[in-house]
């Protein structure tokens, strides 16, 4: 699903305009600087919980060594926090069924 096709069920679910629809969405998913609710409590190290649906976070990730997959050089990947989520019970039992 596009942002575009998002932001129309969810206008059309809670009798929105489109344009507002893409305003929330923004509002809440952009990773654009001093914008995104979620981006903004995973920058500032805080978890983000949806209740029933799951819970954005961050994990801290060692440096390790890795290979250059075209030329089979070994690397070194440097030590990095990367996104992570953890569906909830809810959206679990929901995708199972």
């Not at 206008?11 to 979620?38: C, H, M, Q, W, Y």
């Not at 209740?51 to 440096?63: A, E, H, L, V």
Request: proline share 4%; glycine share 10%; no cysteine.
């Amino acid at each position: 699903m596009t942002k575009d096709e998002f932001a129309e069920k969810l206008a059309k679910k809670s009798d929105l305009s489109k344009a507002k629809a893409k305003e929330v969405i923004e509002a809440i998913f952009s990773t654009e600087p001093r914008n995104g609710i979620i981006a903004i409590e995973l920058d500032a190290g805080r978890d983000f919980t949806i209740t029933g649906f799951g819970t954005f976070g961050t994990r801290s990730r060692k440096k390790r060594e890795g290979r250059n997959p075209r030329t089979g050089e070994a690397i070194t990947i440097p030590a990095m926090k990367v996104p992570t989520f953890r569906a909830g019970r809810g959206l679990k039992d929901r995708v199972r069924d």
